[in-house]
Structures are given as structure tokens and as C-alpha cells.
């Protein structure tokens, strides 16, 4: 239960921090952008984990015990490794504590579900947090596709691909702790594209394996009425990393890399279209299209949506304002958008690999 205090008297949302790793600093840093939410706890496996992390952040107690961390605070965020957002978010619902769950929610459809029923059996919170949902970038294309501004949507094509360097133990390349470009990188643009265009009609796509048996990349396609939606993730390359959105009168491009993406562009031919888009590798891609912003380009309408911080502000905002308001899900990213994300991975995974 929220504190009395916190909301009698308006009081900031009191956040609690599961992890300590670069998500969780990113949280700590974005939160002190919110109004009506703070960070008052850490918790780590290792006390003295959890009291270095404290120390780089004003006013926030260290633990080494969730479920003590727990009855301190109004609702709290899981950072920790992908396996061990199940156990963690289960407990403290069961709790009646409100979750926000770092991507991905869990490692399954099948403990996606569960959450679900547990969430739902408590009446409790719980949002996965996919933080470019809430971008004001994404948002002013969910209105510029509602307002029909490039016609009938044709088509659909997003990369995100990073690549990284193989070590069969860290987070990226472990199966034992939830590895793989899908549950890193495929997820964002599936979610992007499940709150954009609601669910598909069907599924298709293909993915190849690392040494350690997770997807070092994978293709996927998500097929509309009427047109398809394709991405394209990896850990062995550097990738363009946009978003295009074509339909008959135009496209809109969510800039490189779009996960955070602060500019829109709309475009009204393939020529600027190409200039903003270059079909070059990772990075010639992005200094050519860096230059273009700089001349005038027919054709071409630019929307800045620049932003403080890192943008998980945002999410948080919403999650906060849900909490506080007494609901038990955030529209934009519902429990069975979570469910279906994972039912697409799992889908894509259930291939052969190459």
C-alpha cells in the first residue's frame, strides 16, 4: 500500500531500486527529474554493493533484503539480471507492492502470464518498462499516424544492432542469464510496434545462434492488414538503428538510434528519404544523415523533442502517476503487450536456427 503520508499530503512516490548495475544508475540519475516521485532505497545482493550505490545518490538507505526494502517503500523498480525478474516481481506482489520491471518483464511467456494472474489476483501494479513507449518522440508519432499524415501505412522497417564483443559470461551471450539480442534489443521495436499498430495477424522470422546457444541476431516480421512490419536486431554488427514508418504520402523516420530517439522526420519523397535514411553501414549512416539535418532539404519537415537526461523520466512519470491514481496498469504498455512481446520472441526462437 502507498504510505498515508505520500498521498494525504501529496508527498513524492517513494521509490525502491532492485540492482545496481548501468540501468539502475540511469534511474537513480532520471527520477530526480520527476515531480511527485524519489528514490529512498537500494538493494543488492551484497550490503556493501548496495551502500557504494547509495553513496553516489543523496538520501537513499542501502539493503540486502528485498522484502525488507520493501515495507519501506510505496513501489519499486527491478533492475537486476532478465532471470531473476520473475522471483523478484512474483514476491513483491504478492507483497501488494507495485512493480516496474526492466526490460525484458520476465524470460517467458508462460511467467509473464503468471504476473499477470498474480497482478491481477492482488489488484497491485506491475508494468514492464519499456521506457521508449513514453518518449515524447513516440508520442507525437502515435498523433501524427492517428492525424493520418502520411496516408495509408505501406510498410513498416526498424534495426537496432550493436555489436558487442563475445564473452560466453556476460549478460549479452548467457543463456543462464537471459541472454540474447531478442530479450536486449528485438524487444524494443516489437513493443514499438505492438502499441503503434496493436497486435499482428501473424508471424514470421528467423535468427542465428551464438557459440553458447542464444540469438547473436535475428529477423522478424509482424504482418498487418495491409502491409508488414520487419526488424532486424544483432550483437554482431553496428546497425543504422532508425525506424521508418512508409505509407502512400510519406514516412516518418524515428532518428538513429530510436530507442531514445529526440527527433521525427517526416518525409515526402525517396529522395529525402534516403538522405535522412542512408542505406549505409552504422556509422557512414549516421554521419551522412547528421549532415543532412544541417541543409535544407525538399521535402523534408523536422520535429525536435530534445530532452534532459537519459528519457527513463518519462516511464517513471507514468508509472507514478498509475500508482498513485489507483490503477493497476499504464495504457500505453499493458501486462498483455508484455505477454505478447515474449509470445513473438518465443515465436521467432521456436525456428531452426542459421
Partial sequence: MIHNDATSRNLPLRWGLIGT????????QDIQLVAGAKLIAVCSRHISTARDFSARFADIRAYDDASLMARDVDAVYIASTNVAHYEQARSLLTAGKPVLVEKPLVTSSHEARAL???AYATQTFAMEAMWTAYLPAI????TLLKNGVIGRITGVSAELAFKKPFDPGSRFFSQALG???LYDLGIYPIALMLTLFGSPKMVSGQWTAASTGVDMSAHGKMHYAGFDAAFDCGFDRNGGNRL?????TGSLILEAPFLKASRV?????????RLVAPTLPGRLSSIMSKIVRRLPVPGLKTFDHAFDGNGLQFEIAAATRAIRSGAREESRMPLSASIEALEIIEAIRAQPAS
Avoid at 548495475?21 to 537513480?28: K, L, N, R, Y
Avoid at 508520442?139 to 502515435?142: E, I, L, S, T
Fill in 244 to 248: 521508418v514508418i512508409s505509407g502512400e
Fill in 265 to 273: 522526420f517526416l518525409t515526402r519523397n525517396r529522395i529525402a528519404q
Fill in 21 to 28: 548495475g548501468a540501468i539502475a544508475t540511469v534511474f537513480a
Fill in 116 to 118: 499477470a494472474a498474480l
Fill in 179 to 181: 541472454g540474447g539480442a
Fill in 139 to 142: 508520442d507525437h508519432v502515435r
